[in-house]
């Protein structure tokens, strides 16, 4: 993790409850490139999703100002499996 410190992360839990808060968010590439903003922790999340199947590598992402929530790889994967579990479990309901 670098010289990030433990005040900048969160558990899924937490990120899971602000997925819709309005919010500034920025989607990193390698050497902290920013390669996109988004107005939601979701939507930023949807915008990972695009990249990777373009192939491009995206390492974090950080609300801004400042960095200080900071999400990387593995909690943006787990974030993406709760996501697909709820909406699948809607369309059961839904049926």
């Not at 500034?24 to 915008?47: E, F, I, P, Y």
């Not at 990972?48 to 950080?62: H, K, M």
């Amino acid at each position: 993790m670098g010289s990030y410190h433990l005040s900048n992360l969160r558990t899924d839990e937490q990120l899971d409850a602000m997925l819709h808060e309005a919010g500034h968010w920025t989607v990193n590439g390698r050497d902290g490139q920013v390669l996109c903003s988004a107005a939601s922790l979701r939507s930023a999340l949807d915008r990972v999703a695009e990249y990777s199947a373009s192939g491009v590598a995206v390492t974090a992402i950080c609300r801004q100002p400042g960095n200080n929530i900071i999400v990387f790889a593995e909690q943006m994967e787990r974030l993406r499996q709760i996501i697909a579990g709820r909406n699948a479990a809607h369309q059961v309901e839904a049926t």
